[in-house]
């Protein structure tokens, strides 16, 4: 199983940008996806998840500025992110909880970087 990224890039402060992050590989149901972030220095903090069933969950910094949307037919999960701010300047990683033939796991994308100037 991979989780393949992509969307990041440099936009002014007050721009927008939406990151995509597509599943791949053998397995029977993706339980959950989501992403998260990596400022220098700092841990890897949780942004916004989408269980496939139930509500939504965003960090309270981003909350009324990021949606998470996700297509179940195309095993993809959306980070739509609007009136960036310089803060928001981090690697996102979109996650998975996947359910293969020999279990459930947690699977990571390779990072995509999202920078923000003021």
């Known amino acids: 199983v991979q989780l393949q990224a992509s969307g990041g890039g440099l936009v002014q402060a007050g721009g927008s940008l939406r990151l995509s992050c597509a599943a791949s590989g053998a397995f029977f149901h993706i339980v959950a996806m989501g992403w998260y972030r990596q400022a220098p220095g700092k841990q890897r903090d949780l942004v916004a998840a989408i269980p496939s069933g139930g509500t939504t969950n965003y960090a309270d910094s981003v909350k009324g500025r990021f949606t998470i949307s996700r297509d179940n037919a195309r095993n993809t999960v959306y980070l739509q992110m609007n009136s960036l701010k310089p803060e928001d300047t981090a690697v996102y990683y979109c996650?998975?909880?996947?359910?293969?033939?020999?279990?459930?796991?947690?699977?990571w994308g390779q990072g995509t970087l999202v920078t923000v100037s003021s």
């Open positions: 996650n998975a909880l996947i359910v293969t033939k020999s279990g459930k796991y947690d699977y």
